[in-house]
């Protein structure tokens, strides 16, 4: 029986207004999108296109374009993805991720459910919160402050 409608029971966070069904997902995002976003996958270490990135400007959900995090909040780690040291109140929910042996904390966008990538804290970086807000680039679009968009 198929079908394109989201069963209650299935919407894990019921504060997400945006979500949708994978079919519809997988029409509007790239494949490598909707691995990363939709199946929780990892873009390679250093090939995402916001690591490096220092423009203002807003970042949002690429796949449901919420304001997610502000480039004031953006900082160098190294890491090899684009670090955050705090998002804007509300976009980002946390979970415990028990995958792969590690009990890391997996964020996602508040709005859609989509997976954005983990926080780790305690690293000692010189931030306000202490905390490494590690996203794939391919999970964020980029707003300047003139409008422009830049996808991930
Ligand atoms: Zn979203």
């Known amino acids: 029986m198929a079908t394109d409608t989201v069963p209650v029971e299935n919407i894990a966070d019921p504060s997400a207004k945006k979500q949708k069904p994978d079919s519809e997902w997988r029409a509007i995002l790239s494949p490598e999108q909707f691995r990363v976003l939709r199946q929780k996958g990892t873009e390679r270490a250093n090939t995402g296109r916001f690591e490096d990135h220092e423009e203002q400007g807003v970042y949002t959900c690429a796949a449901c374009d ?32 028990s995958s792969f042996g590690m009990t890391r904390i997996e964020i996602t966008c508040t709005a859609c459910g989509g997976h954005l990538g983990h926080v780790f804290k305690g690293e000692g970086f010189a931030t306000p919160t202490d905390e490494r807000h590690c996203v794939n680039s391919i999970s964020l679009s980029f707003h300047d402050n003139d409008g422009k968009i830049t996808s991930g």
């Open 66 to 97: 919420t304001p997610l995090y502000k480039s004031t909040t953006k900082f160098h780690s190294g890491c090899g993805w684009p670090a955050f040291y705090d998002a804007i109140p509300g976009a980002v929910s946390r979970h415990e991720d």
